[in-house]
């Protein structure tokens, strides 16, 4: 069964640099990877996803992603990280359907002024 | 358009007693699916419906747990009699097909504390 995991629980960047949030995941063939944000009182937001052809992506709110099968990678940038994208980051990994999607533990991500 | 809604925001009972978590998806949407995360770990998935069937509830994790959608529309997830290891954030969502894929809308999920 596929897995992911996100090393790093609690990131803490200053407002205007740059992040990367890093997603290893496990799964025997090409898998169906997301990032999803949860902000304080809200649901879980899609920011991007992969399914094939280009291996970088881009998302919503300025984020792209990076699909690396050599390293099992789907790691979330941003060059420039504002104070609203304080918030909680996951990611996951799917099959074909929503039932054997697999999310991370998820990185909480702190932006400092 | 109302998202994803769900309710209560936070739940706090003792040991035993029971609590009905309710999520209302977006109106249209046939599949709702119910996950949960135990603090600190990953979000998991407990069951799927369409329209008003159990498509898979093979993540629930033991028979104190009942989800039901009578007519389809909203649903409720029962948990009789609660245990601390329940504790944990429920998220309910729903989707749409969207290029090819069934896209999730979560709700803002439940908090549940179980003291």
């Known amino acids: 069964a596929q897995s992911v995991t996100q090393p790093d629980i609690h990131i803490t960047v200053s407002e205007g640099a740059s992040l990367e949030l890093r997603c290893n995941y496990s799964?025997?063939?090409?898998?169906?990877l997301f990032w999803y944000v949860q902000s304080p009182g809200q649901g879980l937001q899609l920011l991007l996803k992969?399914?094939?052809?280009?291996?970088l992506v881009q998302g919503i709110k300025g984020f792209e992603a990076e699909f690396k099968r050599s390293q099992s990678s789907f790691n979330l940038r941003k060059p420039s990280v504002h104070w609203s994208d304080a918030a909680e980051y996951f990611c996951?990994?799917?099959?074909?359907?929503?039932?054997?999607?697999?999310f991370g533990a998820g990185t909480r991500l702190t932006v400092k002024p | 358009e109302a998202g994803v809604t769900q309710f209560p925001s936070h739940s706090v009972i003792e040991k035993g007693q029971t609590v009905t978590l309710r999520c209302d998806p977006i109106?249209?949407?046939?599949?709702l699916y119910w996950y949960r995360r135990v603090m600190g770990k990953e979000i998991k998935f407990l069951l799927h419906?369409?329209?008003?069937?159990?498509?898979?509830e093979s993540g629930m994790p033991n028979n104190r747990f009942l989800a039901e959608r009578t007519g389809g529309t909203y649903s409720t997830l029962k948990v009789q009699p609660a245990e601390l290891e329940d504790s944990g954030v429920y998220f309910c969502?729903?989707?749409?097909?969207?290029?090819?894929?069934?896209?999730?809308?979560f709700g803002s999920g439940t908090q549940l504390s179980v003291l």
């Open positions: 969502a729903s989707s749409q097909r969207i290029g090819g894929y069934e896209k999730l809308f």
């Open positions: 799964y025997g063939a090409t898998p169906y």
């Open positions: 992969y399914f094939s052809g280009d291996t």
């Open positions: 996951a990994v799917g099959v074909y359907n929503n039932n054997d999607m697999r």
């Open positions: 109106s249209g949407h046939d599949n």
């Open positions: 419906f369409v329209k008003e069937s159990k498509q898979d």
